[in-house]
C-alpha cells in the first residue's frame, strides 16, 4: 500500500489532491521463490513417482504429477490476482476510486466527499474486517485484500482526509 498525504494546513487549491493511496495485495512470494520452490516439490514429487512406480503402484505416480500441475496452477492464479489495484484520491469537491482488476479493466467510482460516508467494520479479535465508502444510494468496498495492519492504516489516513475534504 502506498500513500501519500499534503500537509493538511497548506493553502490548497479545489481539485489537488488532499490524499492519494495505490492499494495493492501483498504476495510474499518472488518469481524466484516460486521458480525455487517449483523445482523442489517437483523433485520430492518426481522421486516418490519413481518409487512407488518401481512398486508397480503406477497410479500414485499420476496423482503426484497431478499435484505438481495443481500447485503450480494454484500459485499461478494467485501471482494473477496480486495484479489488482486500488486507487483512492480524495480532493474537496471528489472522492475517486479506481479499482482495476487482474486483467487490467477497471471501474471508477465517484462520491462528493460531503455526502460521502466512510464504514468501518469491526471485529474485537481481528480489527478491520471490512471498509466501504457509501453515498448517493450506492456503496464501493475499499482494501478488501488488504491484510488488518494496512487496514488500519488505511482506515485512519483515509479516515482523516475525509475529514479535512469536509472541514
Known sequence: MTMTAPEIG?????????FAAELVPHRSLTPRGFALLMTVFAAICA???VFYFTLGAWPVAIFLGLDVLLLFIAIKLSFRSGRAREEVTVTRSNVHIRKISPNGRHSDHH???????????????IGITAMRLSGQGRATTLGAFLNPDDRESFAMAFSRALATAKG
Open 10 to 18: 497548506s493553502t490548497q487549491p479545489a481539485e489537488r489532491p488532499l
Open 111 to 125: 462520491y462528493n466527499p460531503f455526502w460521502a460516508r466512510f464504514h468501518i467494520d469491526r471485529h474485537r479479535e
Open 47 to 49: 522421486g516418490n513417482a
